[in-house]
C-alpha cells in the first residue's frame, strides 16, 4: 500500500497548486510540495530495510491472462530514482516559486510538474513491465505540456512536438521489445524476466527484443543518432530542464539499462551496440557543446555527452562498469540539476544566456557565481568534486575492455578526447560567463543576486557534489550500493570509493584530459572559426520539414485509396481478403480434409433456398429501396431460424431482435432517401462487382469446405465444462458474456454509449423537411399515427416489458440475458414511439436515455471494481443460492449486476439513436410531425 501511495500522492497533489494559487505564489508552492514532500519521508522510512538488501513488493491483479497486473517494486535501484525525482524535485519546487514571473500561471506549471512526478516514479517503482509502459508514454505527454508550457512561444511548441514525437515512437519500439520479452520470459513480472535472463538472451528472438528495447531507451535517453531533440527542449522554463533534462527524463532511458542489465547484457550484441552508441553521443556532445552561444544549450549538449558516458558504461559489460555507470547518474543529476538552476539565474537577473553578452558575472553576483563555478568544475572531472571520481572508474574500465583485439587502445582515446571537450566547453562556462571583461548590451542591467531562497537549491546541490568529492564513503557508498546490487542482481564486484588510488593510467588520463582541456579552450578561436564555416541546420527546421515530407506522403497514399467511393473501399477489402484466401489455401496439399460432411435435410436446404433466393432479389431489387429492406429482413430472419435450427437459441434470439432494431432504423433513415435510385454504375464497374461478387462466393466457399472437412480443436470444451463451476451458470453463451470475455463485453458497450452519444450529438437540433409523396407521386397517408396500430401498441407495451424481465432474469440459467432483454425492451418502446409520436411518448416515458446509457457503463464498470475488494481479479464473479421467504430457494450472482449494466446500456443507446431520427421530420420550421 506504501508503494501505492507513494506514486499516487504527486497525481493527487495536481489539483492543490491549481487551488491554492490564488492564495499566492507561496502559498501555491508550498501546496505543489506536500504531497512529494510526504512521499518522501514514506521512501525514506523504508530507507533500512532496502539498504540491507530487501526487495518490497505490492501487487494487485488486473488482468492476470493477459500478464497486465498492477505490480510495484522497491529494490535500491528503484529506490535512488525514486529519491532522486523526490529530491530534485522538491528543490526545483522551491526554486521555480522564484523563477516563474507573476504574470504566469504558476499553479498549470505547478499541476504539470506533479503529473510528471507521478509519472517517472510510476516508471522507476513498476514490477510490471506493461505497468511501467503506461507510465513511460505518461513521461512523454506529461513533458510535452511542461516543454511547451510557454505555449506562446513557437520554439517552445516546436521543441515540445520533436520532443513528443521522437521519444514517443522510441516508446512504440520499447512496447514491442516488451511484448516480445514477456513472450521470451513467460511472464511480464520483473522478477520472473529477471530470472529468465540466460533463457532470453539464448532466444532467436533475442536480438530483435534488444533492438527495439535499446531504441525506447536511445530516444529517452538522447542517444545518437536520436540526441537533436534534447536542445530544442531547451525553450522550455529552466526549472522543467533542471528537472526533466538532467535528473529525471532523459534519466529514464539508463534506468531501464540498469534495470534490464543483468536480462540483456552479457553478449556481443549489447556491448557492440550499447557501448558505440555511447561512445558516439559523448563525443558528438562534447564537441558540441563547446561551441554552443547559448548557456543552456551548452549545458543540453553536455547533458548528451555525459548520458553517453553512462550508457558506454553499461554497454562496456563489466559489473564495475554498471557499478561506475549507477554512480555517474548520482553525480550527473546533482552537478548538472544545479548548473541548470544557475544558468536559470543568470537569465533571470540578465535577461540573456548569450555567453557572447552575459561576461563579468563574478563582479555583479559572486555567490551565484562561486556555486556555479563548483558545479561546473564536478562537471569537468576535478578532483575532490562527486564527478572526478565517477569519471576514474570511467577511465579505468575503458581500460578494461577486451573485445577490440588490436584496437582495444581506440576505446579509451576516444573517451579521453571526449573528457578534454568536457573540460574545454566548463571552462567555457566558467571563464566566458563569470569573467571575460564586462556585459554586452544586457536587457536587464545591472544584474545583481537572486532573492536568497532561489539561491538555496544550487546551494544544496553544490554541497552535495562537495561532500560526495571529499568523503565518499560516508556519504554515497550505502546508496550506491542497494542500487548497483539491484541493478546487477547479485554479488558487488569489488570497488573503492577513495579519493587517492595512486599514481595510475586513469587517474593519467583525467590528468591529460585537464591539461588538453585547457589547451583547447585557449586555443579555441580557431575551432570556432572552423565551425562557424560548417553549414548551418536547425534541427527544428530539418525535422518539420521531415514531417511535413512524411505527412505529404501519408496524404498522397490516403487520397489515392480513399476517394469517397463505398464501393472503392469494399472492392479492394474483397479483393485483399481473396488474395490472402488463396494464399493461404493454395499451401494445402488437398482442399478436402478427412472429415466428411454432414448430411443436409430437407428443412435445412429449404431454409438455404429461401435465404439465398431472398439475397439475391435484394440485390436485383436494390434501387427499390423499400422491396430490398424487405427481402434484407428475410435474410435475416432465416439467419435466426439456422441458429435456432442448431441449437443456438441465444443467438436465434439475438439475430432476431437486432434484426427488428435494424429494419426499424433503416426505415426511419430511408424515409428522407429517394424511394428509387437512378442507375450510376458503369458497365465496366458492374463487371468488377460481379468478378469480386463470384470470386469472394467461391473463396469463401472453399475456405468453408476445408475447415469442415478437417478436425480442429475447439475452446468450446473448456466453457462447457466451467460454465456452471467457474460462474455459477448453465447458458454458456451468457456466462462467456458476462464473466469469461466480461472485459471485451465491458468495452463493447462501452463503444455502444459513445456512438449513442455520438449520433445523437449529430442529430441535435438537425431538421429535415418532410417528403410528402412516394416515387410514383402518391401522397402519404394523413394519419400518422393510425388508431389500431396505437392501441394495440400501448397493449403490447406492458407484455413486452414483462417478456424482456423473464428473458433478463433467466439469462443466466437460460436462453436469454441483459442484452436480448434491451433489445426486447427496445423495440417495445420504440413502437409506442412510431405509433403515438414523440410528444405523446415523451411526456408518458420522461425518460432521460443519456443517463440510462451511462449508468448502464457505470454499473458494469462498477461491478469489476467490487471484485478487488475482496482481493479478485477485475470482473470477478461471485454467485451462491439463497432462501428468499415467498419465493424459495434461489441462485444469486453479481453478474446479473453487469447484466443490467449491459441491459440498461442498451436500451438507453438504442433508444438515445432510434428516437431522435424520428424527430428529425417536420412539415415546417418547428412541428414535428413524427
Same mark, same amino acid.
Given at each position: 500500500?506504501?508503494?501505492?501511495?507513494?506514486?499516487?500522492?504527486?497525481?493527487? *497533489?495536481?489539483?492543490?497548486?491549481?487551488?491554492?494559487?490564488?492564495?499566492?505564489?507561496?502559498?501555491?508552492?508550498?501546496?505543489?510540495?506536500?504531497?512529494?514532500?510526504?512521499?518522501?519521508?514514506?521512501?525514506?522510512?523504508?530507507?533500512?530495510?532496502?539498504?540491507?538488501? +530487501?526487495?518490497?513488493?505490492?501487487?494487485?491483479? !488486473?488482468?492476470?491472462?493477459?500478464?497486465?497486473?498492477?505490480?510495484?517494486?522497491?529494490?535500491?535501484?528503484?529506490?535512488?530514482?525514486? &529519491?532522486?525525482?523526490?529530491?530534485?524535485?522538491?528543490?526545483?519546487?522551491?526554486?521555480? @516559486?522564484?523563477?516563474?514571473?507573476?504574470?504566469?500561471?504558476?499553479?498549470?506549471?505547478?499541476?504539470?510538474?506533479?503529473?510528471?512526478?507521478?509519472?517517472?516514479?510510476?516508471?522507476?517503482?513498476?514490477?510490471?513491465?506493461?505497468?511501467?509502459?503506461?507510465?513511460?508514454?505518461?513521461?512523454?505527454?506529461?513533458?510535452?505540456?511542461?516543454?511547451?508550457?510557454?505555449? %506562446?512561444?513557437?520554439?517552445?511548441? @516546436?521543441?515540445?512536438?520533436?520532443?513528443?514525437?521522437?521519444?514517443?515512437?522510441?516508446?512504440?519500439?520499447?512496447?514491442? /521489445?516488451?511484448?516480445?520479452?514477456?513472450?521470451?520470459?513467460?511472464?511480464?513480472?520483473?522478477?520472473?524476466?529477471?530470472?529468465?535472463?540466460?533463457?532470453?538472451?539464448?532466444?532467436?528472438?533475442?536480438?530483435?527484443?534488444?533492438?527495439?528495447?535499446?531504441?525506447?531507451?536511445?530516444?529517452?535517453?538522447?542517444?545518437?543518432?536520436?540526441?537533436?531533440?534534447?536542445?530544442?527542449?531547451?525553450?522550455?522554463?529552466?526549472?522543467?530542464?533542471?528537472?526533466?533534462?538532467?535528473?529525471?527524463?532523459?534519466?529514464?532511458?539508463?534506468?531501464?539499462?540498469?534495470?534490464?542489465?543483468?536480462?540483456?547484457?552479457?553478449?556481443?550484441? !549489447?556491448?557492440?551496440?550499447?557501448?558505440?552508441?555511447?561512445?558516439?553521443?559523448?563525443?558528438?556532445?562534447?564537441?558540441?557543446?563547446?561551441?554552443?552561444?547559448?548557456?543552456?544549450?551548452?549545458?543540453?549538449?553536455?547533458?548528451?555527452?555525459?548520458?553517453?558516458?553512462?550508457?558506454?558504461?553499461?554497454?562496456?559489460?563489466?559489473?564495475?562498469?554498471?557499478?561506475?555507470?549507477?554512480?555517474?547518474?548520482?553525480?550527473?543529476?546533482?552537478?548538472?540539476?544545479?548548473?541548470?538552476?544557475?544558468?536559470?539565474?543568470?537569465?533571470?537577473?540578465?535577461?540573456?544566456?548569450?555567453?557572447?553578452?552575459?561576461?563579468?558575472? !563574478?563582479?555583479?553576483?559572486?555567490?551565484?557565481?562561486?556555486?556555479?563555478?563548483?558545479?561546473?568544475?564536478?562537471?569537468? /572531472?576535478?578532483?575532490?568534486?562527486?564527478?572526478?571520481?565517477?569519471?576514474?572508474?570511467?577511465?579505468?574500465?575503458?581500460? %578494461?575492455?577486451?573485445?577490440?583485439?588490436?584496437?582495444?587502445?581506440?576505446?579509451?582515446?576516444?573517451?579521453?578526447?571526449?573528457?578534454?571537450?568536457?573540460?574545454?566547453?566548463?571552462?567555457?562556462?566558467?571563464?566566458?560567463?563569470?569573467?571575460? /571583461?564586462?556585459?554586452?548590451?544586457?536587457?536587464?542591467?545591472?544584474?545583481?543576486?537572486?532573492?536568497?531562497?532561489?539561491?538555496?537549491?544550487? +546551494?544544496?546541490?553544490?554541497?552535495?557534489?562537495? &561532500?560526495?568529492?571529499?568523503?565518499?564513503?560516508?556519504?554515497?557508498?550505502?546508496?550506491?550500493?542497494?542500487?548497483?546490487?539491484?541493478?546487477?542482481?547479485?554479488?558487488?564486484?569489488?570497488?573503492?570509493?577513495?579519493?587517492?588510488?595512486?599514481? %595510475?593510467?586513469?587517474?593519467?588520463?583525467?590528468?591529460?584530459?585537464?591539461?588538453?582541456?585547457?589547451?583547447?579552450?585557449?586555443?579555441?578561436?580557431?575551432?570556432?572559426? !572552423?565551425?562557424?564555416?560548417?553549414?548551418?541546420?536547425?534541427?527544428?527546421?530539418?525535422?518539420?520539414?521531415?514531417?511535413?515530407?512524411?505527412?505529404?506522403?501519408?496524404?498522397?497514399?490516403?487520397?489515392?485509396?480513399?476517394?469517397?467511393?463505398?464501393?472503392?473501399?469494399?472492392?479492394?477489402?474483397?479483393?485483399?481478403?481473396?488474395?490472402?484466401?488463396?494464399?493461404?489455401?493454395?499451401?494445402?496439399?488437398?482442399?478436402?480434409?478427412?472429415?466428411?460432411?454432414?448430411?443436409?435435410?430437407?428443412?435445412?436446404?429449404? *431454409?438455404?433456398?429461401?435465404?439465398?433466393?431472398?439475397?439475391?432479389?435484394?440485390?436485383?431489387?436494390?434501387?427499390? @429501396?423499400?422491396?430490398?429492406?424487405?427481402?434484407?429482413?428475410?435474410?435475416?430472419?432465416?439467419?435466426?431460424?439456422?441458429?435456432? @435450427?442448431?441449437?443456438?437459441?441465444?443467438?436465434?434470439?439475438?439475430?432476431?431482435?437486432?434484426?427488428?432494431?435494424?429494419?426499424?432504423?433503416?426505415?426511419?433513415?430511408?424515409?428522407?432517401?429517394?424511394?428509387?435510385?437512378?442507375? +450510376?454504375?458503369?458497365?465496366?464497374?458492374?463487371?468488377?462487382?460481379?468478378?469480386?461478387?463470384?470470386?469472394?462466393?467461391?473463396?469463401?466457399?472453399?475456405?468453408?469446405?476445408?475447415?469442415?472437412?478437417?478436425?480442429?480443436?475447439?475452446?468450446?470444451?473448456?466453457?462447457?465444462?466451467?460454465?456452471?463451476?467457474?460462474?455459477?451458470?448453465?447458458?454458456?453463451?451468457?456466462?462467456?458474456?458476462?464473466?469469461?470475455?466480461?472485459?471485451?463485453?465491458?468495452?463493447?458497450?462501452?463503444?455502444?454509449?459513445?456512438?449513442?452519444?455520438?449520433?445523437?450529438?449529430?442529430?441535435?437540433?438537425?431538421?429535415?423537411?418532410?417528403?410528402?409523396?412516394?416515387?410514383?407521386?402518391?401522397?402519404?397517408?394523413?394519419?400518422?399515427?393510425?388508431?389500431?396500430?396505437?392501441?394495440?401498441?400501448?397493449?403490447?407495451?406492458?407484455?413486452?416489458?414483462?417478456?424482456?424481465?423473464?428473458?433478463? &432474469?433467466?439469462?443466466?440459467?437460460?436462453?436469454?440475458?441483459?442484452?436480448?432483454?434491451?433489445?426486447?425492451?427496445?423495440?417495445?418502446?420504440?413502437?409506442?414511439?412510431?405509433?403515438?409520436?414523440?410528444?405523446?411518448?415523451?411526456?408518458?416515458?420522461?425518460?432521460?436515455?443519456?443517463?440510462?446509457?451511462?449508468?448502464?457503463?457505470?454499473?458494469?464498470?462498477?461491478?469489476?471494481?467490487?471484485?478487488?475488494?475482496?482481493?479478485?481479479?477485475?470482473?470477478?464473479?461471485?454467485?451462491?443460492?439463497?432462501?428468499?421467504?415467498?419465493?424459495?430457494?434461489?441462485?444469486?450472482?453479481?453478474?446479473?449486476?453487469?447484466? &443490467?449494466?449491459?441491459?440498461?446500456?442498451?436500451?438507453?443507446?438504442?433508444?438515445?439513436?432510434?428516437? %431522435?431520427? /424520428?424527430?428529425?421530420?417536420?412539415?415546417?420550421?418547428?412541428? +414535428?410531425?413524427?
Amino acid at each position: 500500500m506504501a508503494l501505492a501511495l507513494i506514486i499516487a500522492l504527486p497525481f493527487l *497533489g495536481v489539483i492543490l497548486p491549481l487551488l491554492a494559487e490564488r492564495l499566492g505564489r507561496s502559498a501555491c508552492a508550498v501546496a505543489t510540495a506536500i504531497a512529494p514532500l510526504i512521499a518522501l519521508v514514506m521512501l525514506l522510512s523504508e530507507q533500512s530495510r532496502v539498504f540491507s538488501g +530487501e526487495i518490497l513488493r505490492a501487487k494487485v491483479q !488486473w488482468l492476470p491472462e493477459l500478464g497486465l497486473n498492477l505490480s510495484l517494486r522497491l529494490d535500491g535501484l528503484g529506490f535512488l530514482f525514486a &529519491l532522486l525525482i523526490l529530491g530534485i524535485g522538491l528543490l526545483v519546487i522551491l526554486y521555480a @516559486r522564484y523563477y516563474l514571473a507573476k504574470k504566469e500561471p504558476m499553479g498549470r506549471f505547478f499541476a504539470f510538474l506533479l503529473l510528471f512526478m507521478g509519472a517517472m516514479l510510476g516508471v522507476v517503482l513498476s514490477e510490471n513491465l506493461l505497468l511501467m509502459m503506461v507510465f513511460w508514454e505518461l513521461t512523454s505527454l506529461s513533458s510535452f505540456l511542461l516543454i511547451s508550457y510557454w505555449n %506562446n512561444r513557437s520554439d517552445a511548441r @516546436r521543441g515540445a512536438r520533436m520532443a513528443l514525437t521522437i521519444t514517443g515512437g522510441g516508446g512504440l519500439a520499447l512496447l514491442a /521489445g516488451v511484448l516480445l520479452l514477456g513472450h521470451i520470459a513467460g511472464s511480464f513480472e520483473l522478477s520472473q524476466v529477471l530470472a529468465a535472463g540466460y533463457a532470453i538472451r539464448a532466444h532467436e528472438l533475442y536480438p530483435v527484443a534488444l533492438i527495439l528495447i535499446l531504441l525506447g531507451v536511445f530516444t529517452k535517453s538522447a542517444q545518437f543518432p536520436f540526441h537533436f531533440w534534447l536542445p530544442h527542449a531547451m525553450a522550455a522554463p529552466t526549472p522543467v530542464s533542471a528537472y526533466l533534462h538532467s535528473a529525471t527524463m532523459v534519466k529514464a532511458g539508463v534506468f531501464l539499462l540498469a534495470r534490464l542489465y543483468p536480462v540483456l547484457a552479457g553478449t556481443d550484441w !549489447w556491448f557492440y551496440i550499447v557501448t558505440f552508441t555511447g561512445l558516439t553521443t559523448m563525443l558528438v556532445g562534447a564537441c558540441m557543446a563547446l561551441f554552443q552561444h547559448d548557456l543552456k544549450g551548452l549545458l543540453a549538449y553536455s547533458t548528451i555527452s555525459h548520458l553517453g558516458l553512462i550508457t558506454m558504461l553499461f554497454g562496456l559489460d563489466t559489473r564495475l562498469g554498471a557499478v561506475a555507470g549507477i554512480f555517474h547518474i548520482i553525480n550527473h543529476a546533482t552537478f548538472k540539476a544545479s548548473l541548470f538552476m544557475a544558468a536559470g539565474i543568470i537569465d533571470h537577473e540578465t535577461g540573456s544566456r548569450d555567453m557572447r553578452r552575459i561576461n563579468g558575472m !563574478w563582479k555583479y553576483m559572486p555567490h551565484t557565481a562561486m556555486l556555479a563555478m563548483v558545479a561546473a568544475l564536478a562537471m569537468a /572531472g576535478v578532483p575532490l568534486l562527486n564527478g572526478f571520481l565517477s569519471k576514474e572508474m570511467f577511465f579505468s574500465q575503458t581500460l %578494461n575492455q577486451h573485445k577490440l583485439g588490436s584496437f582495444d587502445w581506440a576505446v579509451p582515446a576516444l573517451a579521453t578526447l571526449a573528457a578534454v571537450f568536457s573540460v574545454a566547453y566548463s571552462l567555457r562556462f566558467i571563464h566566458d560567463v563569470f569573467f571575460n /571583461g564586462e556585459p554586452i548590451n544586457l536587457p536587464k542591467y545591472p544584474p545583481h543576486e537572486p532573492p536568497r531562497y532561489m539561491k538555496v537549491p544550487v +546551494e544544496i546541490l553544490v554541497f552535495l557534489c562537495l &561532500l560526495v568529492g571529499i568523503a565518499p564513503a560516508y556519504t554515497v557508498a550505502p546508496l550506491l550500493a542497494a542500487a548497483a546490487s539491484a541493478s546487477l542482481g547479485g554479488e558487488l564486484p569489488e570497488y573503492s570509493l577513495a579519493i587517492w588510488h595512486g599514481l %595510475n593510467l586513469p587517474l593519467m588520463m583525467s590528468f591529460v584530459a585537464l591539461l588538453f582541456g585547457i589547451l583547447v579552450y585557449t586555443f579555441r578561436q580557431p575551432l570556432f572559426r !572552423w565551425y562557424a564555416g560548417l553549414p548551418s541546420m536547425d534541427a527544428k527546421d530539418v525535422f518539420e520539414d521531415c514531417m511535413r515530407g512524411f505527412v505529404g506522403f501519408c496524404r498522397g497514399i490516403t487520397g489515392g485509396l480513399e476517394n469517397g467511393s463505398l464501393q472503392r473501399y469494399i472492392s479492394l477489402l474483397l479483393a485483399s481478403g481473396m488474395i490472402v484466401l488463396v494464399i493461404g489455401l493454395g499451401s494445402l496439399p488437398t482442399l478436402q480434409g478427412p472429415v466428411a460432411l454432414s448430411p443436409i435435410d430437407g428443412i435445412t436446404a429449404l *431454409g438455404l433456398g429461401i435465404m439465398a433466393l431472398a439475397a439475391l432479389v435484394t440485390v436485383v431489387f436494390h434501387r427499390q @429501396r423499400l422491396v430490398s429492406l424487405l427481402m434484407l429482413s428475410v435474410v435475416g430472419l432465416m439467419v435466426a431460424l439456422a441458429f435456432a @435450427r442448431y441449437s443456438a437459441p441465444d443467438l436465434a434470439l439475438t439475430q432476431l431482435s437486432v434484426e427488428v432494431v435494424t429494419v426499424v432504423l433503416l426505415m426511419l433513415a430511408l424515409f428522407f432517401l429517394p424511394a428509387v435510385t437512378r442507375v +450510376e454504375s458503369s458497365s465496366i464497374r458492374g463487371l468488377r462487382d460481379f468478378v469480386l461478387a463470384i470470386g469472394g462466393g467461391v473463396t469463401v466457399a472453399m475456405l468453408a469446405f476445408a475447415v469442415l472437412t478437417r478436425p480442429y480443436d475447439s475452446i468450446a470444451g473448456f466453457f462447457l465444462a466451467n460454465s456452471m463451476s467457474g460462474g455459477g451458470g448453465s447458458n454458456v453463451v451468457n456466462v462467456i458474456l458476462v464473466d469469461f470475455r466480461g472485459f471485451d463485453t465491458l468495452g463493447e458497450i462501452s463503444v455502444l454509449a459513445i456512438a449513442g452519444v455520438g449520433i445523437y450529438a449529430m442529430l441535435d437540433g438537425l431538421k429535415l423537411i418532410q417528403p410528402i409523396a412516394d416515387a410514383d407521386g402518391r401522397n402519404w397517408a394523413r394519419d400518422r399515427h393510425p388508431l389500431i396500430l396505437a392501441t394495440l401498441s400501448r397493449v403490447l407495451l406492458p407484455m413486452a416489458l414483462l417478456i424482456s424481465v423473464f428473458i433478463f &432474469l433467466r439469462g443466466h440459467n437460460l436462453p436469454g440475458g441483459g442484452f436480448i432483454a434491451g433489445l426486447v425492451t427496445s423495440v417495445a418502446l420504440i413502437l409506442q414511439y412510431v405509433a403515438s409520436g414523440v410528444q405523446w411518448t415523451q411526456s408518458r416515458l420522461p425518460l432521460n436515455y443519456h443517463r440510462m446509457a451511462g449508468a448502464g457503463v457505470l454499473l458494469a464498470g462498477l461491478t469489476g471494481l467490487g471484485s478487488w475488494v475482496f482481493g479478485k481479479p477485475f470482473l470477478t464473479t461471485a454467485f451462491g443460492h439463497f432462501h428468499i421467504p415467498l419465493v424459495g430457494d434461489v441462485e444469486l450472482a453479481t453478474a446479473m449486476l453487469f447484466d &443490467l449494466g449491459v441491459y440498461l446500456t442498451v436500451v438507453g443507446a438504442t433508444l438515445l439513436i432510434l428516437a %431522435n431520427l /424520428g424527430k428529425l421530420t417536420q412539415d415546417k420550421p418547428g412541428k +414535428e410531425v413524427l
